[in-house]
Structures are given as C-alpha cells and as structure tokens.
C-alpha cells in the first residue's frame, strides 16, 4: 500500500516535468494471481484451516459452556474437591482454547510464507521482464475490486496477459515445494 501511493507521489512529481516521455503501464494484480494454481492451492488451504479453526473454537466454546455451568451447579459446602476439579478443567479448556489460537495463527504464517511470498517474487520478475521488454518507466498494480485509485484502460499500456504468461512460466520453473517432496 505504501509502496503505491509514494509510486503515485513519484509518478505525479516526475509526471508534471516530462509527462510526454513517460510509458506507463499497468496491470490488474488479482487477475495475474488468479490464473496461478499455486494462489489457488494457497486460497484453498487458508480457507481450510480457518474452517478447521471455527469449528475447533466453536467446539471448546460449547465444552466451556457445558463445563461452567456443572461448576456452578457444584458450588456449595462440602464440595472442595469437585469444585477445584471443575475449576482445573475450565483452566485447562483455556490453555487449549489458547493453544489452538496459536497454532492457527503459525500455520496461517506458514502458508503466507510457502506461498503467497513466493507468488509475489514471480510478479516481481515478471513484471521486472516485461516492464523492461515494453521500456516502460512506470507500471502500476491495480485491482478492479478495492483499487486505491482507477487506470483507465484505453491508457497507458495494459500489461496484465504478458505478466500473466511470465507469471506462469516464473510458477512452473520454480514451483512451490511441498512438505516431503
């Protein structure tokens, strides 16, 4: 994000001195990662481990219920020994329910770094590749969906299909290993 906006800063403070010899070009970011089966496995075991996390959460939650309320119920004289029971079961569905937590979030890391890191470094090269083919002197990145500013498409040079091919010789040439292999 901060890169784009001081790329806008730049290409507006240079733009206003020599706008004529500027070649920008720009491409849809979204669309060159959607055409990676390699953004396709990373989306599809995110929303794996986020569905697994729900319900493991969902499934302490109810059990801390369940838990809470038998400590309730056994709260009374002459109770001691049931009531510390119950009150090291819910100490132990917490450090469970913050294990998990945990857990979640370094495998969350994991796939951000096996894949979504390795995507970038191919958008980078193809980019890099084809920005250099055109001799462009700006590219900007833009997505359709939750873009930060608009490209107008019959301006500039619209790269995204040749980044795209680059972008998938950069998947095939360097895949993203997984464990064991």
């Known amino acids: 994000m901060k890169k784009i906006i001081l790329a806008l800063l730049v290409l507006l403070t240079v733009g206003g001195f ?15 990662l959607d055409t990676l089966q390699t953004y396709k496995t990373a989306i599809k075991k995110s929303e794996e481990l986020e569905a697994n996390f729900k319900t493991t959460m969902t499934d302490l939650q109810k059990e801390y219920e369940r838990l809470a309320l038998e ?8 109770s001691d020994i049931i009531r510390q029971s119950k009150e090291r079961a819910l100490q132990d569905l917490q450090l469970i329910s913050e294990s998990a937590q945990a857990e979640y979030q370094k495998n969350m890391e994991i796939v951000q770094t096996r894949y979504f890191t390795k995507m970038e470094e191919w958008l980078k090269a ?3 590749i084809v920005g250099k083919r055109r001799a462009l002197d700006y590219i900007l990145y833009f997505d359709e969906k939750s873009s930060i500013f608009w490209v107008n498409p ?3 040079v ?4 040749e980044v795209i091919t ?4 950069q998947e095939l040439a360097n ?3 997984e464990p064991g292999q």
Not at 71 to 78: F, L, S
Not at 166 to 169: A, D, F, N, S
């Open 158 to 161: 619209d790269i995204t299909n």
């Open 18 to 32: 020599s706008a004529s010899a500027q070649k920008i070009g720009h491409l849809n970011y979204l669309e060159c």
């Open 166 to 169: 680059e972008i998938l010789k």
């Open 175 to 177: 895949p993203v290993k």
């Open 126 to 128: 193809s980019v890099d």
């Open 71 to 78: 400590y309730e119920q056994n709260i009374g004289p002459g």
């Open 154 to 156: 019959d301006r500039g």
